[in-house]
């Protein structure tokens, strides 16, 4: 500390010793000199400033860029090889969340589809049952094909279109025919078209009646006169009889046949008719009775089912397939021969067999107990006991023109 004192003293002491400088020029003699002295007045000039290579910056970031592109995937490749390689295991083990999460959801949208399969039918059916006519009105009717054949088809009407159509939700079959008859698209369904009958009509208690005009054709052919009557069975369910009358409600006079003084009876569900195969030429196949043919008793007209009966319709009872039939007072029972496994059977195939034999009993008023089929359960029958008893063929949905 005492060493740093004496060399502070002794600077001062030399620095006071120091001579005073003195200049004793004017400032204008020193700004005159100034300008003359050259390195001063270089000082002052503008400097040209070297010109950069403007492009040297560019090629640098450009080259840059190349080299992390090419770098950069080739680790991040690298990386995610290690880590693919780590995760594999665990993968393997154990999901990551994201895929149970998708899993979860294909699940889920599996049980839907499934849900939802369940509450459609599986299978076209050929009748219709009382099951269907809860919310809906069966109408009944006739339609006329290109062979000059009448099938029976079943609409099924909402009640409330119905209830809205016609004021009330039971409406006979009259009514019903006068409101939908005549806008049916019949050629959209496949069939020729037909409707409605070139007549008025109306209906008294349990009789129809049916008022032609007088340029009808119905009496062109024998086989005209009988498109009408079958087309007249299967439309008017619920009446027992229709009239043929002329515009002033005398007796119609048909060529074929003469007077229609006599009414004609309806037989309705109780047809006593088999069903068969009809192939439209669209290719739908439907159920329906051969040319309107009645039989006698329900084991006469099951067995007939097992053949063809003509080229326009073809028998529902495949080939290898026997049965045998039983009556027990309101029920039928149909045995096959061999057990029959439905499920090895199209499933169309298998449902116009069954449902042909249901509209044929129910034709006679008869419910059908099936034994020697393998399944208990197939579709919507419960094979365990008696079957509901149809109340009409081939249903569809009202399409109007």
């Known amino acids: 500390m005492s060493n740093d004192k004496w060399n502070e003293e002794k600077i001062e002491t030399t620095l006071r010793e120091m001579p005073t400088i003195s200049d004793h020029r004017s400032k204008e003699d020193v700004l005159a000199r100034l300008k003359k002295d050259p390195r001063v007045n270089e000082e002052f000039q503008p400097k040209k400033k070297r010109m ?10 450009v080259a840059a860029i190349l080299l992390l592109s090419i770098l950069v995937p080739s680790f991040l490749n690298q990386s995610n ?27 889920e949208s599996s049980q ?58 039971q409406p006979d079959a009259v009514a019903l025919y006068n409101m939908y008859a005549g806008k049916l698209d019949e050629e959209s369904l496949g069939f020729t078209e037909y409707h409605p009958f070139n007549a008025v009509i109306s209906s008294n208690e349990k009789q129809v009646r049916m008022k032609f005009a007088a340029d009808h054709s119905y009496d062109m052919a024998s086989a005209t006169l009988e498109m009408l009557n079958q087309a007249v069975q299967d439309t008017f369910y619920g009446f027992d009889e229709v009239k043929f009358l002329r515009e002033d409600g005398s007796p119609i006079v048909f060529d074929q046949v003469g007077e229609a003084s006599e009414h004609i009876m309806l037989t309705g569900p109780k047809s006593q008719q088999a069903y068969y ?12 009775s051969n040319f309107g043919k009645s039989f006698k008793t ?50 169309e195939e298998a449902m116009q067999l069954i449902e042909g034999i249901l509209l044929t009993a129910a034709s006679f008023g008869r419910q059908v107990q099936f ?24 249903p569809k949905f009202l399409i109007l023109k």
């Open 52 to 61: 950069k290579a403007k492009w040297q910056p560019i090629f640098v970031a």
């Open 81 to 107: 090889q290690v880590s693919m390689d780590k995760a594999e295991p665990a993968n393997n083990a154990d999901p990551a969340p994201a895929s149970l999460e998708e899993s979860s959801e294909s699940t």
């Open 112 to 169: 839907d589809m499934a849900t939802f399969s369940r509450a459609l039918p599986t299978a076209p059916h050929y009748a219709v049952y009382p099951s269907d006519v809860a919310e809906q009105k069966a109408f009944h009717i006739g339609l006329a094909t290109n062979q000059a054949t009448i099938v029976p088809v079943t609409f099924l009407i909402p009640n409330e279109l119905v209830e809205s159509d016609l004021g009330t939700i």
């Open 277 to 288: 195969r009809f192939t439209q030429e669209n290719g739908e196949e439907l159920l329906s």
């Open 298 to 347: 329900p084991q006469e007209a099951l067995l007939s089912m097992k053949k063809k009966p003509n080229d326009i319709y073809s028998s529902v009872v495949p080939e290898g397939v026997d049965f045998k039939v039983a009556e027990d007072k309101e029920v039928l029972h149909v045995e096959f021969s061999e057990a029959l496994d439905l499920d090895s059977m199209q499933v």
């Open 371 to 394: 034994d020697q089929i393998m399944q208990e359960q197939w579709q919507d029958f419960d094979f365990t006991q008696p079957l509901p008893k149809p109340i009409g063929a081939n």
